[in-house]
């Protein structure tokens, strides 16, 4: 395999002048999802009760901590743009839905309780990891009570976590890089519980959980994503169009997410399974 005649000439050739910290989280895990959204610049592909439960819940706080909107009408809000991007056929609705309002109120309490201010939300940043140019957008970057900055990225989970996840962990190593600030999870996770007559579900309490990482583990993410983003580099330079991308990176259709009408019609072009 030929070696790149220069760092990033391989991104560039398939049209990634920078890159993302879920573009390297997919490559890793998910390379099939990698494809259609960096090589055939599919944009919006179908999305997921879960997915949207993190989002919709991460946009209330915002709404709460930095506009001062009042919480019941941003929770409102928040699950009226639930049911726009999910309906109840979709797998878990009624149960994601039904986590938004405690997670919401469970990641102020935190927020609050440990730092002074919003800075910003969703706030794009740039970095360079030696050769390689990556962006991102924040969740929260809080102001603490000593007038510290710090990013807070705001993770919503069914169980509570027992380590920190990679995936989460190069991500905020990137956006700590960048901004040269230190870096958080919140992890907020909602306990659910059924009632033994009637079956029905609430959720009873939520769990707070913060990790953040050490600076020596913070350099071994830096690493890894560099080295990932070289490994990247070197195959899409040697590969002349984006079908023989795709070759490389051949779905599993037996994972629910292909089961889609619009996946499957992507994937009959793309692989023709």
Known sequence: MLRPNRPMSGLEKFGLDTVSPSTINEWISYRPRFVLRKIYGYKDLPTSCAMERGNQSEYAVKLILQDDMDTDEAIKLALQN???????QMKDYEYERMCIPSIVMGAVKEINWNFGEVVSFQ??????????????????????????NFIVDLKTAKRKPYKLSSSHARQ????????????????????????????????????????SITEQDKQKYLDECQEVLRVMDMVLYNCNDKKEVAEL?????????????????????????
């Open 82 to 88: 639930f049911d726009k991007a999910c309906t109840p």
């Open 123 to 148: 706030q794009e940043i740039k970095g360079k990891l030696n050769e390689y140019n990556y962006r991102g957008f924040t969740d929260f970057v809080l102001k603490d009570k000593d007038g510290k």
């Open 172 to 211: 905020i190593s990137l956006y700590s890089h960048a901004l040269d600030c230190e870096a958080q999870l919140l992890y907020i996770v909602p306990h659910k519980q059924t009632d033994r007559k009637t079956k029905e579900v609430t959720i009873k309490s939520t769990e707070a959980i913060w990790w």
């Open 249 to 273: 990176c051949y779905p599993n259709i037996d994972d629910f997410y292909w089961d889609s009408p619009q996946i499957l019609k992507i994937r009959k072009e793309i692989w023709n399974v």
